[in-house]
């Protein structure tokens, strides 16, 4: 008997590899899509194209009509995917509603011999912190502060239908999977674009390398996020949290070290590989696992006797040229740990400076993250004077612990780049628009940039006081650019009764990472 997949979500990331591994396999498929979505170009052109709308139950059944004598099976990938806690009635219709009118139809349908539903770990209730998470049989009622977020709720409720489908009779089945991403990916997907904005978090200069992986430079972020080990294990961490799935972390001065240690023992691990760890840790392996050596390359290495990445080190820099011209350069500079392109980074940032924090604890009051937003205030205007801009806006965001953000802003007499100035506004905001929930993320923003430099006074100015906070300014940023970014601290982050969240102490997570 002959069998047709119905695919729905077929223009989607899961659903354009659902069709493409389903027609290797010589099965006939029937991609639903939405009338006039461009993203129908991506799926395979084997592939019966069904054009309607999950929210019309009509629609719905006749995807599943087929000719007698012929049989189905639904994989029923659809849904409206966002990172936006709140609630929609949007989200409530495509993703339960649409989900409901599939399961319909499946049951009107005799010939539909199997339904499976892309449901997500999201819709599994969350534990606390260090408990295993299992798979459970009910979803619904959920619970608000278990189930986060409407997106994970509508996943819930959704799945709930299938599994009351399954015990009236209908074959179907459920999985949960976490974030997608991978090759063949024709956009950049959500998980990916919320992958990216976690990092941008942690530093302003972050370059995507590809669909999983991107390079970030650090420099300068130690009173924010500690070390290099505790900041990259605090992003290992929310990764995991957030998204559900674990990345490795490489630690290097230069992005080709960084992506060597990074590809080092998986999953889940952080590596650094320092210039001094490089005979150790890189030299050992196989030539063909330097980065830039293919198969050919490495075959033609090892036919001159190079096995390991520090025999091509230890080659004579001519040679390797004579062996590869120019690729032999870059190649035998790899193989000694050189690398000098700089992380490339985002975007200008001409229009904009920010930076934000999530917190490692949920703070209930807004003096808890005074310091957090000091800190923040000075990467900020230590960016702002580098670049020779001043800002006239300032915003302050915070997302409380159910994942709503707010944000105030508010327009300056006076462009200025002084952390001082820009940490009193940004306090300022933040007592007022302190959520009833206690929040999780603190960040601000310095906007509408321009290289004005100059403060209008009057006769209630200490112009003696903005003189001398420019010069301290100026001196910190001196300090920094000689001896690294550490090397001034202000006092307020390191007095020790200072209410400073956990995200700014290394010296914690320090020994959180000895245990």
């Given at each position: 008997?002959?069998?047709?997949?119905?695919?729905?979500?077929?223009?989607?990331?899961?659903?354009?590899?659902?069709?493409?591994?389903?027609?290797?396999?010589?099965?006939?498929?029937?991609?639903?899509?939405?009338?006039?979505?461009?993203?129908?170009?991506?799926?395979?052109?084997?592939?019966?194209?069904?054009?309607?709308?999950?929210?019309?139950?009509?629609?719905?059944?006749?995807?599943?009509?087929?000719?007698?004598?012929?049989?189905?099976?639904?994989?029923?990938?659809?849904?409206?995917?966002?990172?936006?806690?709140?609630?929609?009635?949007?989200?409530?219709?495509?993703?339960?509603?649409?989900?409901?009118?599939?399961?319909?139809?499946?049951?009107?349908?005799?010939?539909?011999?199997?339904?499976?539903?892309?449901?997500?770990?999201?819709?599994?209730?969350?534990?606390?912190?260090?408990?295993?998470?299992?798979?459970?049989?009910?979803?619904?009622?959920?619970?608000?502060?278990?189930?986060?977020?409407?997106?994970?709720?509508?996943?819930?409720?959704?799945?709930?239908?299938?599994?009351?489908?399954?015990?009236?009779?209908?074959?179907?089945?459920?999985?949960?999977?976490?974030?997608?991403?991978?090759?063949?990916?024709?956009?950049?997907?959500?998980?990916?674009?919320?992958?990216?904005?976690?990092?941008?978090?942690?530093?302003?200069?972050?370059?995507?390398?590809?669909?999983?992986?991107?390079?970030?430079?650090?420099?300068?972020?130690?009173?924010?996020?500690?070390?290099?080990?505790?900041?990259?294990?605090?992003?290992?961490?929310?990764?995991?949290?957030?998204?559900?799935?674990?990345?490795?972390?490489?630690?290097?001065?230069?992005?080709?070290?960084?992506?060597?240690?990074?590809?080092?023992?998986?999953?889940?691990?952080?590596?650094?590989?320092?210039?001094?760890?490089?005979?150790?840790?890189?030299?050992?392996?196989?030539?063909?696992?330097?980065?830039?050596?293919?198969?050919?390359?490495?075959?033609?290495?090892?036919?001159?006797?190079?096995?390991?990445?520090?025999?091509?080190?230890?080659?004579?820099?001519?040679?390797?040229?004579?062996?590869?011209?120019?690729?032999?350069?870059?190649?035998?500079?790899?193989?000694?740990?050189?690398?000098?392109?700089?992380?490339?980074?985002?975007?200008?940032?001409?229009?904009?400076?920010?930076?934000?924090?999530?917190?490692?604890?949920?703070?209930?009051?807004?003096?808890?993250?005074?310091?957090?937003?000091?800190?923040?205030?000075?990467?900020?205007?230590?960016?702002?004077?580098?670049?020779?801009?001043?800002?006239?806006?300032?915003?302050?965001?915070?997302?409380?612990?159910?994942?709503?953000?707010?944000?105030?802003?508010?327009?300056?007499p006076n462009p200025t780049n002084s952390t001082d100035r820009l940490y009193h506004?940004?306090?300022?905001?933040?007592?007022?628009?302190?959520?009833?929930?206690?929040?999780?993320?603190?960040?601000?923003?310095?906007?509408?940039?321009?290289?004005?430099?100059?403060?209008?006074?009057?006769?209630?100015?200490?112009?003696?006081?903005?003189?001398?906070?420019?010069?301290?300014?100026?001196?910190?940023?001196?300090?920094?650019?000689?001896?690294?970014?550490?090397?001034?601290?202000?006092?307020?982050?390191?007095?020790?009764?200072?209410?400073?969240?956990?995200?700014?102490?290394?010296?914690?997570?320090?020994?959180?990472?000895?245990?």
């Open positions: 008997m002959k069998t047709i997949y119905l695919v729905t979500g077929a223009a989607g990331f899961m659903g354009t590899n659902v069709c493409a591994q389903l027609l290797e396999r010589g099965d006939a498929v029937r991609a639903f899509v939405l009338k006039g979505d461009p993203a129908v170009k991506f799926v395979p052109k084997a592939v019966e194209i069904f054009e309607g709308d999950l929210c019309i139950a009509d629609d719905c059944e006749k995807f599943f009509a087929v000719e007698p004598g012929t049989q189905t099976v639904c994989i029923h990938c659809a849904s409206m995917v966002t990172i936006n806690p709140n609630y929609s009635e949007k989200l409530i219709a495509v993703n339960v509603g649409g989900t409901e009118n599939m399961l319909i139809a499946a049951k009107n349908h005799p010939e539909c011999k199997k339904f499976v539903y892309v449901s997500s770990t999201g819709a599994i209730p969350e534990l606390p912190k260090g408990e295993s998470i299992h798979e459970v049989y009910s979803f619904v009622p959920y619970d608000d502060d278990r189930v986060v977020g409407w997106y994970s709720r509508s996943k819930a409720m959704a799945t709930q239908k299938v599994l009351d489908a399954a015990a009236d009779g209908l074959n179907a089945c459920v999985v949960h999977p976490s974030g997608i991403l991978g090759p063949n990916d024709p956009a950049i997907g959500q998980t990916t674009r919320t992958l990216i904005q976690i990092l941008n978090d942690y530093t302003p200069d972050v370059e995507q390398y590809s669909i999983d992986e991107a390079f970030l430079d650090m420099t300068g972020t130690e009173a924010l996020f500690g070390p290099p080990l505790t900041a990259a294990h605090t992003i290992r961490r929310r990764v995991h949290r957030e998204l559900g799935f674990t990345v490795n972390v490489g630690i290097a001065p230069n992005r080709l070290l960084a992506k060597m240690a990074s590809d080092f023992q998986k999953p889940d691990k952080v590596h650094t590989l320092y210039l001094y760890e490089v005979e150790k840790k890189m030299w050992p392996l196989p030539v063909g696992e330097l980065f830039g050596v293919g198969p050919s390359a490495a075959k033609k290495l090892n036919s001159c006797g190079i096995y390991t990445i520090g025999n091509l080190a230890a080659q004579d820099r001519a040679t390797v040229v004579s062996l590869f011209g120019a690729r032999g350069d870059t190649l035998w500079n790899y193989a000694n740990g050189r690398e000098a392109d700089p992380v490339t980074k985002q975007g200008s940032r001409d229009n904009s400076y920010g930076n934000s924090v999530t917190m490692p604890r949920d703070l209930p009051r807004p003096e808890e993250a005074d310091a957090t937003m000091l800190a923040l205030c000075d990467s900020v205007g230590r960016r702002l004077r580098a670049d020779g801009k001043t800002a006239r806006v300032v915003t302050v965001q915070l997302v409380d612990n159910a994942f709503r953000r707010t944000s105030h802003q508010t327009t300056l506004v940004a306090v300022e905001l933040m007592r007022q628009m302190w959520p009833a929930r206690p929040v999780r993320l603190v960040g601000v923003s310095a906007e509408k940039t321009g290289e004005d430099n100059f403060e209008q006074m009057n006769l209630f100015t200490d112009a003696a006081r903005i003189d001398k906070q420019e010069k301290l300014d100026r001196a910190a940023d001196a300090l920094r650019r000689r001896f690294g970014g550490a090397a001034v601290t202000r006092a307020t982050l390191l007095t020790p009764d200072t209410r400073k969240p956990e995200a700014l102490s290394a010296a914690k997570e320090r020994e959180k990472e000895k245990k």
